[in-house]
């Protein structure tokens, strides 16, 4: 298999999307937030953790022989996370330091050392730790790259440290993980323990490149069927309020990597397109973001310019922070990510 797929790309890309109407909350009674799939639109995060740990282990589950290869695998991932999530935490505080002086301002008076404190959280990749605290970091859904890089580092342990017994290794983490998950009694661990949920999918995802790597499977006819599943079972846990049985999500998006691995069906088709592809291209910067986007598009519509929170305008409101978000991220990926990551790889070569 190839070191990328397509198709899996576009799933990501859409749901990157879909986690921005998830965080457009500030009108939680409305119908464009308050359903089954909206809500449940932040178990999104979960795929992108099976997906990430599905795409490490297809490209370094066999590649990690020394000490140097370690590192050199850890660096690489550094370069792809850091320079983004640097530029968005430097942003999210001149705008909070700015808003604390406007009429304007968002939240209430947090203080200079809250954003210090909640920066240096997320920069050094604790922000899903209790470590130094559980922040709500300034940029809030960035706690879930600290839980990404800190899959990195035990992925990359293990291969070196384990190499003859790391499917052992990975299951009883997952295993590990989803018990603490259960004693917590709460499943979307974030700022404090969110590394353990992260875990527990980039586990499964691991597991779901050692099925494929073992098999061919043709499933073109799951793709439909598999997304019927998905939406009963978002339904059925709003609906019966199940917050541990969100853990079976995990699995769920990993069986759906599965499919949509081994399709070439109408859906897979219509992911591999270009605008599809070029979201997931993106996606990253769509979720580090779409959180400054949606409070700059809602204090500018309904503070500033007074309007009503009308259907219309919380319409308004939402496709319009996709589209800015969407253009935005355009730039920041070719001048942060793809540029600042260049001059971080000449700089640590």
């Known amino acids: 298999m190839k070191g990328r797929v397509e198709q899996l790309d576009g799933l990501r890309g859409i749901f990157s999307v879909l986690v921005i109407a ?13 359903n089954f799939f909206v809500i ?17 282990a297809l490209n370094y589950v066999n590649r990690i022989h020394t000490t140097g290869d370690f590192f050199q695998f850890l660096k690489k991932r550094f370069i792809r996370l850091y320079p983004l999530l640097f530029y968005t935490e430097v942003i999210f505080v001149i705008a909070n330091l700015v808003g604390d002086q406007s009429s304007m301002k968002n939240v209430g008076s947090l203080g200079l050392s809250y954003y210090f404190y909640t920066a240096f959280d997320a920069l050094t990749f604790m922000g899903s730790t209790p470590v130094f605290g559980s922040w709500i970091s300034n940029n809030y859904p960035s706690w879930s790259i600290s839980a990404e890089m800190i899959s990195y580092l035990v992925f990359g342990l293990v291969i070196l440290c384990l190499p003859r017994f ?17 004693s917590r009694g709460e499943y979307l661990l974030a700022y404090d323990y969110g590394f353990v949920r992260g ?11 050692f099925i494929l790597s073992k098999r061919t499977f043709h499933l073109s006819a799951f793709e439909i069927p598999f997304l019927i599943v ?11 309020d199940l917050n541990l049985w969100k853990l ?45 986007v949606l409070i700059l598009v809602n204090v500018l519509l309904f503070r500033f310019l007074k309007s009503q929170p009308t259907d ?35 700089k640590l070569s």
Do not use: R
């Open 22 to 34: 998830h965080h457009h909350n500030a009108f939680k009674d409305h119908y464009l937030y308050n």
């Open 40 to 56: 449940n639109a932040s178990l999104f995060v979960d795929f992108f953790f099976v997906l990430s740990g599905f795409v490490i």
């Open 166 to 182: 790391k499917y052992f290794a990975f299951t009883l983490i997952t295993i590990v993980s989803a018990v603490f998950i259960y």
């Open 199 to 209: 875990l527990l999918c980039f586990c499964l995802g691991i597991f779901t490149h």
């Open 230 to 240: 998905l939406l009963t079972a978002m339904y059925l846990v709003h609906y019966w």
């Open 248 to 292: 079976v999500f995990p699995p769920l998006f990993s069986i759906g990597i599965i499919i949509f691995a081994s399709s070439t069906g109408f859906v897979s088709q219509m992911l591999s397109s270009k605008p599809f592809q070029y979201l997931g291209k993106i996606s990253y910067s769509i979720y580090l973001n779409h959180a400054l």
């Open 312 to 346: 219309l305008m919380i319409a308004i409101s939402l496709t319009s922070s996709i589209l800015l978000t969407i253009i935005y991220s355009h730039f920041t990926y070719e001048y942060v990510e793809m540029k600042f990551g260049k001059f971080l790889k000449e």
